[in-house]
């Protein structure tokens, strides 16, 4: 079935430091992939997706490239913030055809703390 | 536009009792996710309904665990009796494409 993998956590980095978040998939089909972010106290935000092969999705600064050929979905920030820290996760999403879609499937999530 | 309601927030319960979670997704939005996540892991689906029909429910513990979305809107996602590995928080999301917006969760813990 399908599968995500984060590399392990936490990461800890100090304000202004590069950012790299490693995900790799192994799925069926052409899936969508997302990181979503979840910071303290508040529940699962969507950060960026890409819903084919060599799409970028970014936003706030947050990059990630859909690499079919390492079928991998790296995060990756220039510069972060202490506001950026968070638990981060990657997934995979099913196309179901249509306008169904069908579940999310997660990595373990990677805890970034950054400090001043 | 209001996000995905959930309620209650927290919960704590003894082995063998019963608890009932409720969700009422996005205005307009046909398919409703119930996702559990423990601690330490991301979140995995325990049911997906499309309007009031059950599209993927190959993760529910139906010995245990039941869902309802009976008029196509809010949903009730039920454990009875609970066991202490149920302990998790249990997070709804609801779509109108590829993209869950997630409530902010229930917190069980089973003592």
């Known amino acids: 079935g399908d599968s995500v993998t984060q590399m392990e956590g936490p990461v800890t980095l100090s304000e202004e430091a590069f950012l790299t978040i490693n995900c790799t998939y192994t799925a069926t089909g052409y899936p969508s992939l997302f990181w979503y972010v979840q910071y303290p106290g508040e529940g699962l935000q969507l950060l960026l997706k890409a819903t084919k092969a060599d799409d970028k999705g970014s936003n706030k600064g947050f990059e990630a490239t859909y690499r079919k050929e390492t079928t991998s979905f790296h995060l990756e920030k220039g510069s972060v913030q202490v506001s950026d820290s968070a638990v981060y996760f990657c997934a995979l999403g099913e196309n179901a055809g249509g306008t169904s879609y069908g579940k999310l499937t997660f990595g373990q999530g990677t805890i970034l703390t950054v400090h001043p | 536009e209001a996000g995905v309601a959930q309620s209650p927030r927290y919960k704590i319960i003894e082995k063998r009792q019963s608890v009932a979670f409720w969700c009422n997704p996005i205005?307009?939005?046909?398919?409703l996710y119930w996702y559990q996540q423990i601690l330490g892991q991301g979140p995995k689906l325990l049911i997906q309904f499309q309007n009031n029909g059950v599209v993927d429910d190959s993760q529910l513990p139906k010995d245990r665990f039941s869902a309802e979305r009976l008029k196509g809107v809010d949903s009730t996602l039920k454990i009875q009796p609970a066991k202490l590995e149920d302990s998790a928080v249990y997070l709804c999301?609801?779509?109108?494409?590829?993209?869950?917006?997630f409530g902010p969760g229930t917190r069980l813990t089973v003592l």
């Open positions: 999301a609801s779509s109108l494409s590829s993209v869950q917006f």
């Open positions: 205005s307009g939005h046909a398919t």
